[in-house]
């Protein structure tokens, strides 16, 4: 009842404006008339009055006072048109005329009272002006030429428009209350149309599925869908109507195929589709949708009515669920793997594999700690398809150690790259990440490593669900470290004491060598010192002074053998025992310094000495290597001294990524069959050439103590290469 007194208000006041804009129009072409008579300078006086009474009446109609305004003008009208009458020609005078306008205008300004009221007037008005011209009161230049039936008939007219007027009004208003009847009832069937429309569409938007009406096909019309869409998607109704394609447009490119297929097999078997599909949102992102209808027929054209319901919750949940079997089955899997394998790098790595597979995560990380090194090794890094080359970071640097100090899992879902500042991280990533988390690799007593898994596509990638999986495969794992460690410890120490029982062999072996040779060598110049003794007391007794100076230079020259032997001997026992600090040396620097000091017997001999440029630095004992290199020029300019161009050439070339290094010559080369023992200790090709032998077995033990290895190739009459290098560790 409250909504149709509301519409009834509506209606009188649109009805109210329509008479006063009617009104308005009507004085206005009064006015435009008034003031056309006025130009023409009739009866101006009165049509300037006349007019000033119009405007004035015009705007009280304006201001609402629309009845005040419309009777003022009739009045006004009335008074001044019968003065123009009476004034003038009587009946036969134009403002009559005027009289007649005067009386359709009340009937349009006044409705049925305006007619009666105004035609009365006139009638009136008409009779008193007969009598008076009839009695000669009023007289002008018609008066004779006026009957009574003149009267009679401008009464008669007067009356008939009178009536018509008046019953013309009465039809309309009775056909206006019939418009408006049908009008109210019009509109309260269109009130209860929009009450049940509205009550339907609350009906439709309450339930949380999307109705629609469409046609079927990959390109059919959408009749209709309802407003939920909006809620849904992001798009209106309007852009789902307007669109024939808007639905395949946005259903997954992987999913469309498959759609179009199965609701085509339902339709030609008169099933109902039952559709499952992901539908592009207005943001980008994807939701799940079920997607059931039914075939009806409208104007013989088929159409689908059915619902949509967004089931990306379910979808999600089951996704989560076959996650969980995954992880479960990783998980069951790298315990397998943990168990059986003992090689800690393919351990690490197919941990991690299953673990990239198992979580899906674009990034997987597996840190260990090498507590003897106290750096953090990464032997199973990926990142978005590229397995990266380990690069280790000190124990104490980047998010890792914070971790491994914290002990406790860490779950970053947003603002990744704030959060994971915070935490000290070392940023190394391409891509950048979203979400991430990391869990502690831990053993009863200590944390030896992280597992960490990134995602470069969304938020929230991971859940406290996801943990529980790593933080078991994280437990395996550090069992599985500490016993392979065990293991590899273990294995190390019996590689270490076997090493060492090889090296006591190889030492008892150069000690025996060594006593007999040094009893050997040592005796032969104590047998000379010894006969020589012998000769001197002789060669004094006897007075023979000559031979006595020979004899003592005998002596001397055994004297001094012995002694060098027994400082090469000493200097020999101190290589790897005591050992200067290695330090980065250029090794052109140790060519110039061992060629510096030769400098006297490079001269003495006349044998050029060339070397090579662009040497690498190598880390060093650097008096131990200027010694090998020294030896080694000895070597080269005392076996190549005789030739007629001696030549001796020190230089380097890059193998496998390492120098080796040489010192090459064009002497007189090595049998092949003494090449292995040249290295040896006295061994000495040559026994009428200078030396002791010590000199390469010291260059030997000097190169092994670094590291390195050292060796020969040599022919006969063309000239002899030593090579060799020096240790990485070194």
């Given at each position: 009842?409250?909504?149709?007194?509301?519409?009834?208000?509506?209606?009188?006041?649109?009805?109210?404006?329509?008479?006063?804009?009617?009104?308005?129009?009507?004085?206005?072409?009064?006015?435009?008339?008034?003031?056309?008579?006025?130009?023409?300078?009739?009866?101006?006086?009165f049509m300037i009055t006349l007019s000033g009474i119009l405007l004035i009446s015009m705007l009280l109609v304006y201001m609402g006072r629309t009845n005040f305004g419309s009777w003022l003008t009739l009045l006004s009208a009335l008074v001044i048109l019968s003065i123009l009458v009476f004034r003038n020609n009587g009946i036969r005078d134009t403002a009559v005329m005027g009289l007649i306008a005067l009386l359709i205008a009340a009937g349009l300004l006044a409705g049925k009272t305006g007619t009666v009221i105004f035609g009365s007037l006139i009638l009136i008005e008409i009779a008193a002006l007969g009598i008076l011209e009839y009695q000669g009161i009023i007289r002008n230049q018609f008066s004779d030429k006026n009957f009574f039936e003149d009267y009679l008939a401008l009464s008669i007219m007067?009356?008939?428009?009178?009536?018509?007027?008046?019953?013309?009004?009465?039809r309309l208003n009775n056909t206006i209350k019939d418009s408006e009847w049908e009008l109210a009832e019009r509109k309260k069937i269109q009130a209860q149309l929009q009450e049940a429309e509205a009550q339907y569409r609350g009906l439709i938007e309450s339930i949380r599925a999307v109705v629609y009406t469409a046609e079927p096909g990959i390109m059919g019309a959408w009749h209709f869908i309802s407003p939920r869409i909006y809620e849904m998607t992001g798009f209106t109704p309007e852009?789902?109507?307007?669109?024939?394609?808007?639905?395949?447009?946005?259903?997954?490119?992987?999913?469309?195929?498959?759609?179009?297929?199965?609701?085509?097999?339902?339709?030609?078997?008169?099933?109902?589709?039952?559709?499952?599909?992901?539908?592009?949102?207005?943001?980008?992102?994807?939701?799940?949708?079920?997607?059931?209808?039914?075939?009806?027929?409208?104007?013989?054209?088929?159409?689908?009515?059915?619902?949509?319901?967004?089931?990306?919750?379910?979808?999600?949940?089951?996704?989560?669920?076959?996650?969980?079997?995954?992880?479960?089955?990783?998980v069951h899997g790298i315990s397998e793997t943990l168990i059986q394998k003992s090689d800690l790098k393919n351990l690490i790595h197919q941990t991690g594999e299953q673990i990239r597979h198992a979580f899906k995560a674009n990034n997987v990380l597996i840190a260990?700690?090498?507590?003897?090194?106290?750096?953090?090794?990464?032997?199973?890094?990926?990142?978005?398809?590229?397995?990266?080359?380990?690069?280790?970071?000190?124990?104490?640097?980047?998010?890792?150690?914070?971790?491994?100090?914290?002990?406790?899992?860490?779950?970053?879902?947003?603002?990744?790259?704030?959060?994971?500042?915070?935490?000290?991280?070392?940023?190394?990533?391409d891509l950048p990440v979203l979400s991430s988390f990391s869990v502690p690799i831990m053993t009863t007593e200590q944390v030896i490593g992280v597992i960490t898994l990134e995602s470069c596509e969304r938020e929230y990638a991971f859940s406290e669900i996801d943990t529980r999986p790593v933080l078991t495969i994280a437990s395996n794992l550090a069992v599985a470290v500490e016993k392979t460690r065990l293991q590899d410890s273990l294995k190390q120490e019996l590689e270490i004491q076997e090493k060492?029982?090889?090296?006591?062999?190889?030492?008892?072996?150069?000690?025996?060598?060594?006593?007999?040779?040094?009893?050997?060598?040592l005796k032969s110049p104590l047998i000379t010192i010894r006969g020589f003794l012998g000769y001197l007391e002789q060669d004094a007794r006897n007075g023979n002074f000559e031979r006595l100076g020979t004899d003592i230079q005998r002596i001397s020259d055994a004297t001094e053998k012995m002694n060098r032997l027994l400082s090469e001997l000493l200097e020999l026992s101190r290589v790897g025992r005591v050992t200067n600090e290695k330090q980065d040396v250029p090794f052109e620097t140790i060519i110039k310094e061992a060629l510096k000091r030769m400098e006297g017997q490079v001269k003495e001999q006349n044998v050029p000495v060339r070397y090579g440029s662009g040497f690498p630095t190598v880390r060093v004992d650097k008096e131990r290597?200027?010694?090998?290199?020294?030896?080694?020029?000895?070597?080269?300019?005392?076996?190549?001294?005789?030739?007629?161009?001696?030549?001796v050439e020190i230089n380097y070339f890059?193998?496998?990524?390492?120098?080796?290094?040489?010192?090459?010559?064009?002497?007189?080369?090595?049998?092949?069959?003494?090449?292995?023992?040249?290295?040896?200790?006295f061994d000495k090709l040559n026994p009428d050439s200078e030396g002791t032998g010590v000199g390469l077995a010291l260059v030997k033990r000097i190169i092994e103590v670094h590291g390195g290895n050292i060796w020969v190739e040599s022919q006969e009459g063309t000239g002899t290469t030593f090579y060799f290098t020096v240790g990485s560790d070194s």
């Open positions: 009842m409250r909504k149709l007194g509301k519409a009834r208000t509506m209606v009188l006041r649109n009805n109210q404006e329509e008479l006063r804009f009617f009104i308005l129009g009507v004085l206005l072409t009064a006015l435009l008339c008034t003031t056309l008579l006025m130009i023409l300078n009739i009866n101006r006086p007067v009356t008939m428009v009178t009536s018509l007027q008046w019953m013309v009004i009465n852009e789902w109507t307007n669109d024939p394609g808007f639905w395949q447009s946005h259903v997954h490119p992987d999913d469309l195929e498959q759609v179009l297929e199965t609701e085509s097999k339902a339709l030609r078997e008169g099933q109902m589709p039952r559709l499952e599909y992901r539908l592009e949102k207005r943001d980008g992102n994807y939701i799940w949708i079920y997607d059931e209808s039914l075939v009806i027929l409208d104007a013989n054209i088929q159409l689908v009515q059915g619902f949509m319901l967004d089931i990306t919750d379910r979808k999600q949940t089951e996704e989560q669920l076959k996650n969980r079997i995954a992880e479960l089955q990783a260990i700690h090498d507590p003897t090194t106290n750096l953090i090794h990464f032997p199973y890094d990926y990142e978005d398809g590229i397995w990266r080359r380990d690069k280790p970071i000190r124990y104490g640097e980047g998010m890792t150690t914070k971790i491994m100090e914290m002990k406790k899992t860490i779950i970053i879902d947003r603002n990744w790259a704030a959060r994971v500042k915070e935490l000290n991280a070392i940023f190394t990533n060492l029982i090889r090296e006591l062999e190889i030492k008892n072996e150069e000690l025996e060598r060594f006593t007999y040779t040094a009893s050997h060598d290597m200027i010694e090998v290199v020294q030896n080694l020029v000895d070597n080269a300019i005392k076996f190549s001294s005789k030739m007629r161009e001696p030549d890059m193998h496998t990524g390492s120098p080796v290094f040489y010192v090459r010559d064009n002497g007189i080369g090595i049998k092949k069959e003494f090449q292995q023992r040249i290295f040896g200790l």
